[in-house]
């Protein structure tokens, strides 16, 4: 329409990417006001930190950190992983705290003198916390790179003022972590409570003693075991005695029989030879009867030999009979004892089964009591290695410590006037560098057309006027 090609479009604003002075200088002239609230806050404060600090010193010292705990051992050191990070940041957090720093004003307070001769701006220094706020604000603790030392470093306008703060500072952090966190009443806690467990463990085992003593037993498991081998051993010796009083028995049933008959009857057996007497009158009357009967084929019944051996028998058979007698008698001794033995075996027996009944309900009872017992036991030896190794902890000193001093306070930067010409025209330098970064991002930002000669690149047409200013 109207005879316009499409050339006459818009164009793509990346094909014209060329940059003159002129648009440089335009577009710097256009963002001022962003070149100067970016570049103006860093000059001021900048500046103003750098010329506080002209004439400063620093002075630093180092310590490292052993993180495995050396003054607090533990019973169990497998398995425990370390945060090395939170551990350090931990401690230089502590190296600036309030604890640390009341430690160092006391140890400089005697000092208060010397650091006003030094500093006439420290006159206010004397009064209630000032010194400790006064160290806190100049301290500055960081981790040296990837590893475990921290570095304490303070600032001020005299060089022995750095020196001296730098080294109460780093002295009370060393002490703290020695002494500072020493809980003095937890050994007389553990000791207190090792004492109720011993206490209660002594009750326990006098209540054990007097269970034992109610059921007649000192020590439980050696006299249980023992009753009942004792049990079996009397139980076969029992058996042996009932046999032993059951052959007595039919041996004095069978002899006590003969006793009134003709001794001549009386029974022959293994069990005569008891009494050798019995044998001798028994073979002495079968003697005199065999002589007799040889009398008689010589002589009458009535002659004087024939009485004379009838009288040699009758003696004998007394003594036969008198000898019976008392094998009888002997034989009736022995039963007697014999169920005598077996009788006191049964209430032998009879006893330790009654005392035996008795030992489940002592055991159950003696090993409950036991049970309390080990564990209170086991409850002390935990108490006694809390108590040691508190212990331990109370009375460590820097040569158990987690902290070892690498060197002593030295300066390490001192910020004269030159120096801070030279950073300051650094800070001025990188903060007009930051603002035309600024500017040109957002330049870039800005699709705005501001000069004819855009509009006639944008729209291949000639411009013969521009507004500036709407009505």
């Known amino acids: 329409m109207l005879g316009i090609s499409p050339e006459t479009s818009l164009s793509n604003p990346r094909q014209n990417t060329g940059i003159t002075l002129r648009d440089i200088v335009f577009i710097l002239f256009r963002r001022r006001w962003i070149i100067l609230a970016v570049c103006l806050p860093i000059i001021v404060l900048g500046g103003t930190s750098l010329f506080q600090q002209t004439g400063s010193f620093t002075a630093s ?86 590893s ?4 304490f470093r303070f600032t001020s306008i005299h060089p022995r003022i750095s ?73 076969g010796e029992l058996g042996k005695a009932t046999v032993t009083r059951r052959s007595l028995e039919l041996e004095f049933n069978r002899v006590a029989q003969y006793l009134e008959g003709d001794p001549r009857e009386f029974p022959m057996g293994p069990d005569e030879n008891r009494s050798q007497t019995l044998v001798y009158w028994r073979n002495m009357v079968s003697k005199h009867d065999d002589e007799y009967n040889s009398i008689l084929t010589l002589y009458t019944e009535d002659s004087v030999v024939a009485r004379r051996h009838r009288e040699m028998i009758r003696d004998s058979l007394e003594n036969l009979r008198a000898e019976q007698r008392n094998y009888v008698s002997s034989v009736q001794i022995t039963l007697l004892s014999a169920k005598e033995r077996e009788d006191a075996l049964r209430d032998q027996i009879q006893e330790l089964q009654i005392q035996n009944r008795k030992g ?8 409950l009591i036991d049970v309390e017992i080990s564990s209170l036991r086991s409850l002390l030896e935990d108490l006694q290695g809390k108590r040691g190794e508190v212990r331990i902890s109370q009375q460590a000193d820097e040569r158990v410590s987690n902290v070892v001093v690498l060197n002593e306070p030295e300066l390490t930067s001192i910020l004269s006037g030159s120096k801070t010409v030279v950073y300051f025209t650094l800070v001025v330098v990188f903060a007009i560098a930051l603002g035309v970064v600024a500017a040109f991002v957002l330049e870039s930002l800005d699709h705005r057309v501001y000069s004819q000669k855009d509009v006639e690149e944008h729209l291949k047409l000639p411009v013969f006027a521009s507004v500036t200013k709407a009505d």
């Open 163 to 235: 020196l001296m703060a730098v080294k109460a500072l780093r002295d009370a952090f060393v002490d703290y972590q020695v002494f500072g966190r020493k809980n003095t009443k937890a050994v007389a806690y553990y000791a207190e409570q090792i004492g109720i467990v011993r206490g209660e463990i002594d009750s326990l085992l006098v209540w054990r003693g007097e269970v034992l003593n109610e059921y007649g037993y000192s020590s439980l498991e050696d006299e249980l075991r023992y009753d009942s081998g004792l049990l079996a051993d009397l139980e």
């Open 61 to 146: 010292s180092k310590i490292v950190v052993e993180l495995t705990k050396v003054d607090l051992p533990q019973w169990n050191t497998s398995g425990r992983n370390l945060d090395y990070d939170r551990e350090l940041s931990t401690l230089f957090n502590i190296a600036m705290s309030l604890p640390v720093g009341e430690k160092a004003a006391v140890v400089l307070r005697d000092s208060i003198p010397i650091l006003k001769a030094l500093d006439p701006n420290l006159i206010w220094i004397d009064q209630d916390n000032n010194l400790r706020d006064f160290l806190l604000s100049g301290i500055d603790v960081s981790v040296v790179g990837e």
């Open 360 to 367: 489940p309900d002592v055991y159950q009872r003696v090993s």
């Open 148 to 151: 475990n030392i921290l570095e």
